[in-house]
């Protein structure tokens, strides 16, 4: 069984979901007494174990709403006949050998694989013996992870999965040396059965089957109900069975009024007395709660947890982390594998960053060295760029007068005054001439020069001699 939290909140709710069911009921803890607050008891139209658990916890919600219930935190009694109950002798053994034994009868006793189930098992001292009787009762996991998640979607938080019939007779006080119980509880839909003796829970089962429809109207089958007992009270060992003397009947509604009345006379053939269960007595719970309140398996429930009375049956599965699902899929094989496969991955990750590192190191030395003559390289071509404009090393402007001078006469029949030459390409030449044969010779001349051309004369005014002046362009024409 789970342990139950230490610390324990000043509230709780008690929450009864059963089928399309929902009954709670909110608990407050003030000096060492408990004082009932807002209760809801509605038919739900989502059941949460058959429909999505969203609009299941949604509806929830919305009923807890109306009924002005804002406690978060929750005590649940699950349904009854979700439970899976084996009862068996065990031996006197040594304390360690314990758990095995109880493990072998969860297999051989239940129809479904335990690892599926959350168990709870009671052990009872059989009286003048050195055997124990023992009761496992287990849920499915499947179940409580559902119900969880529609407490989720109805924004409440679970603090223990129980029973309310246990919660209802545990805090009725059976002792070793009282009398033993049978106690019934009748809800709406549900009949619940526990038999308590020594001290300690020897039974628990339902009893549906005597819950019969006529018309519009339920009723209980009352023989049903007593063959039923009879027969849970027979497969007692005598060493319990002698004990049972009392048969309390829980529950609110006139069914089970009807149902002790009907009892009453039968049971006497069974050793029985029957007492009738519907409002709390002073001291009947671990908490003072106002005499004369409904006595509900909620209310009691939260009663039971409020209080922290030991032997309160908790369900609530443990929280399990990412990693403990992981792990919890693959056997240790394959988990030696994966790990040695992520060993190696991490090997091998860092290898190749030390290769890296290595080689980063050497680099960074080499550049170390090299940095110096590097920073004068990269001073040297700043400087290449900011001056090459200046320099050109086809001596452009030289080769134009060249040319130029190539052209005139040597025996002086035709002089430049003056030779403009504007960006590096257009010359404008102004001379004189001693005749206009002499002056068209010239033009000629420049003319057959490959570097020159566009030809064209500007001015020629006089005679002999004659003022001229013409203009030319020199190199390769740029292209519009």
Same mark, same amino acid.
């Given at each position: 069984?789970?342990?139950?939290?230490?610390?324990?909140?000043?509230?709780?709710?008690?929450?009864?979901?059963?089928?399309?069911?929902?009954?709670?009921?909110?608990?407050?803890?003030?000096?060492?007494?408990?004082?009932?607050?807002?209760?809801?008891?509605?038919?739900?139209?989502?059941?949460?174990?058959?429909?999505?658990?969203?609009?299941?916890?949604?509806?929830?919600?919305?009923?807890?709403?109306?009924?002005?219930?804002?406690?978060?935190?929750?005590?649940?009694?699950?349904?009854?006949?979700?439970?899976?109950?084996?009862?068996?002798?065990?031996?006197?053994?040594?304390?360690?050998?314990?758990?095995?034994?109880?493990?072998?009868?969860?297999?051989?006793?239940?129809?479904?694989?335990?690892?599926?189930?959350?168990?709870?098992?009671?052990?009872?001292?059989?009286?003048?013996?050195?055997?124990?009787?023992?009761?496992?009762?287990?849920?499915?996991?499947?179940?409580?992870?559902?119900?969880?998640? *529609?407490? &989720?979607? +109805? !924004?409440?938080? #679970?603090?223990?999965?129980? $029973?309310? /019939? =246990?919660?209802?007779?545990?805090?009725? %006080?059976?002792?070793?040396?009282?009398?033993?119980?049978?106690?019934?509880?009748?809800?709406?839909?549900?009949?619940?059965?526990?038999?308590?003796?020594?001290?300690?829970?020897?039974?628990?089962?339902?009893?549906?089957?005597?819950?019969?429809?006529?018309?519009?109207?339920?009723?209980?089958?009352?023989?049903?109900?007593?063959?039923?007992?009879?027969?849970?009270?027979?497969?007692?060992?005598?060493?319990?069975?002698?004990?049972?003397?009392?048969?309390?009947?829980?529950?609110?509604?006139?069914?089970?009024?009807?149902?002790?009345?009907?009892?009453?006379?039968?049971?006497?053939?069974?050793?029985?007395? *029957?007492? &009738?269960? +519907? !409002?709390?007595? #002073?001291?009947?719970?671990? $908490?003072? /709660? =106002?005499?004369?309140?409904?006595?509900? %398996?909620?209310?009691?429930?939260?009663?039971?947890?409020?209080?922290?009375?030991?032997?309160?049956?908790?369900?609530?599965?443990?929280?399990?982390?990412?990693?403990?699902?992981?792990?919890?899929?693959?056997?240790?094989?394959?988990?030696?594998?994966?790990?040695?496969?992520?060993?190696?991955?991490?090997?091998?990750?860092?290898?190749?960053?030390?290769?890296?590192?290595?080689?980063?190191?050497?680099?960074?030395?080499?550049?170390?060295?090299?940095?110096?003559?590097?920073?004068?390289?990269?001073?040297?071509?700043?400087?290449?760029?900011?001056?090459?404009?200046?320099?050109?090393?086809?001596?452009?402007?030289?080769?134009?007068?060249? !040319?130029?001078?190539?052209?005139?006469?040597?025996?002086?029949?035709?002089?430049?005054?003056?030779?403009?030459?504007?960006?590096?390409?257009?010359?404008?030449?102004?001379?004189?001439?001693?005749?206009?044969?002499?002056?068209?010779?010239?033009?000629?001349?420049?003319?057959?020069?490959?570097?020159?051309?566009?030809?064209?004369?500007?001015?020629?005014?006089?005679?002999?001699?004659?003022?001229?002046?013409?203009?030319?362009?020199?190199?390769?024409?740029?292209?519009?």
């Amino acid at each position: 069984m789970p342990p139950l939290n230490s610390k324990r909140p000043g509230s709780i709710l008690g929450l009864c979901l059963d089928g399309d069911r929902l009954d709670g009921v909110v608990l407050r803890r003030t000096n060492g007494s408990a004082e009932p607050g807002a209760e809801v008891s509605v038919d739900l139209s989502l059941k949460p174990l058959s429909h999505d658990p969203e609009l299941a916890g949604r509806e929830i919600r919305e009923r807890l709403d109306a009924a002005e219930i804002r406690e978060r935190r929750c005590a649940v009694s699950l349904p009854l006949g979700w439970a899976l109950c084996h009862s068996f002798r065990m031996p006197a053994l040594p304390e360690e050998d314990v758990p095995g034994f109880l493990q072998l009868e969860a297999e051989r006793g239940f129809s479904t694989d335990p690892s599926t189930l959350i168990l709870s098992s009671h052990r009872l001292p059989l009286p003048g013996t050195t055997d124990q009787h023992v009761v496992q009762v287990g849920f499915p996991l499947e179940h409580l992870q559902r119900m969880e998640s *529609v407490l &989720r979607a +109805a !924004r409440l938080t #679970p603090v223990c999965f129980s $029973l309310s /019939l =246990p919660a209802l007779q545990a805090a009725e %006080g059976a002792s070793a040396s009282g009398p033993g119980v049978a106690a019934i509880e009748v809800i709406e839909n549900r009949i619940g059965l526990l038999v308590t003796a020594a001290g300690g829970l020897v039974a628990l089962r339902t009893l549906d089957a005597a819950i019969e429809d006529e018309g519009a109207e339920r009723r209980i089958n009352a023989a049903v109900v007593l063959r039923e007992l009879r027969i849970t009270l027979g497969q007692l060992s005598p060493e319990l069975r002698t004990g049972v003397t009392l048969l309390r009947i829980y529950g609110t509604g006139g069914l089970a009024d009807r149902l002790a009345d009907e009892l009453r006379p039968r049971v006497d053939s069974l050793g029985l007395q *029957v007492e &009738r269960i +519907a !409002r709390v007595v #002073p001291g009947q719970l671990p $908490l003072g /709660l =106002p005499p004369g309140a409904r006595l509900t %398996g909620p209310l009691a429930l939260a009663t039971r947890y409020l209080s922290g009375a030991p032997g309160l049956m908790d369900f609530l599965p443990p929280r399990v982390s990412p990693w403990q699902r992981i792990t919890g899929r693959y056997s240790a094989r394959k988990l030696v594998y994966a790990g040695g496969a992520l060993a190696f991955l991490l090997l091998l990750t860092g290898g190749a960053f030390l290769v890296q590192q290595v080689q980063l190191s050497r680099l960074r030395g080499e550049w170390a060295s090299m940095a110096p003559r590097v920073r004068e390289l990269e001073i040297l071509q700043q400087e290449i760029k900011q001056f090459r404009p200046w320099f050109d090393e086809s001596f452009r402007s030289l080769t134009l007068l060249k !040319r130029l001078t190539e052209s005139f006469p040597e025996e002086g029949s035709v002089t430049a005054k003056s030779v403009e030459i504007r960006d590096a390409s257009t010359v404008t030449c102004t001379g004189t001439a001693r005749d206009s044969q002499a002056l068209y010779k010239v033009l000629d001349q420049l003319r057959a020069a490959s570097e020159i051309t566009d030809v064209q004369v500007d001015t020629v005014r006089g005679k002999s001699p004659l003022q001229f002046s013409f203009n030319f362009h020199f190199g390769e024409r740029t292209q519009p």
